[in-house]
């Protein structure tokens, strides 16, 4: 199966593998066809980005360890108690000792009552809390997702061994290029990684020269991107080399650039 020329069934593919509900041989199926084919590994990668932005947003709330402390001391009070009234004269009657243990079971039971309530209210407060972080945690995705650019298209730059290194999406609409590093690969100090464009014909153009942070933003004019069949990055000098040389240093990574839809 060719699944590059089934555009809603790969998304749904590289979808389930980010979520993780993609199991057993399905998933190891589609790791095999991601080997072979630079556009469902630009699926999934994206897929993973998209899944990576929204876990950004989630707040981890701790209880209160005074709960726990309470209980705590609620267990010790009735141990206590206990080993108290277990040692208590010989001579106290069975009606005491009845009366005793009814008023502490009813002790017990108002305790756990009120104990209730009051986590019920808790609950309530911690419940409008929730609904107060979650309204603002959709306003901030809404509004991220409305900054962030248009991933129209799309470019998994990998080495000779087809190990994904760089994850390149251009969007036109703002001549931006955003690249981000999902590889292992850190240039050596007085070198610098240099964004090539590979024509169909002609030699090489340079398209930016990169800082060394996880996510690496270029500007470039749509007219010089889209038309460009494949990308590559060279290994150069600190601070690269003119465009007219082209690369000096050994290409390390290079894909071909894909409309994000296909």
């Known amino acids: ?57 989630v707040m981890p709330i701790t209880p209160s ?23 208590q004269p010989l001579h106290q009657s069975l009606e005491n000792a009845a009366s005793v243990r009814v008023k502490k079971a009813m002790q017990w039971w108002r305790t756990g009552a ?11 407060g911690i419940g409008l809390q929730h609904a107060h972080q979650l309204d603002s945690q959709v306003a901030l995705l809404a509004q991220q997702l409305k900054d962030s650019p248009k991933m129209e298209y799309v470019a998994v730059l990998s080495d000779d061994k087809s190990a994904a290194s760089m994850l390149v999406t251009f969007d036109p609409s703002k001549n931006s290029l955003t690249l981000k590093r ?17 024509p169909a014909s002609g030699g090489p153009q340079s398209l930016g020269v990169l800082g060394s942070e996880k996510v690496i933003r270029i500007s470039a004019p749509a007219s010089q991107v889209i038309t460009i069949p494949m990308l590559a990055i060279s290994l150069e000098p600190q601070g ?19 409309e994000a839809g296909l």
């Open 114 to 124: 009120l104990a209730g309530a009051i986590a019920t209210v808790a609950a309530m």
């Open 182 to 198: 999902v590889g292992t690969y850190k240039e050596e100090s007085g070198k610098s990684l240099q964004l090539w464009a590979l």
């Open 240 to 258: 690269g080399v003119p465009s007219a040389t082209g690369p000096t240093g050994p290409v390390l990574f290079k894909g071909a650039l894909l």
């Open 1 to 57: 199966m060719n699944l590059a020329n089934n555009p809603d069934l790969l998304a749904r593919l590289a979808a389930s593998y980010a979520l993780g509900t993609l199991r057993g041989p399905a998933r190891r199926q589609l790791e095999a066809y991601a080997r072979q084919s630079p556009v469902v590994r630009a699926n999934i990668l994206l897929c993973q980005e998209r899944m990576c932005a929204l876990t950004e947003l």
């Open 65 to 87: 360890i005074n709960v726990w402390k309470r209980i705590e001391i609620d267990l010790v009070n009735e141990v206590d108690s206990y080993q108290k009234k277990s040692i």
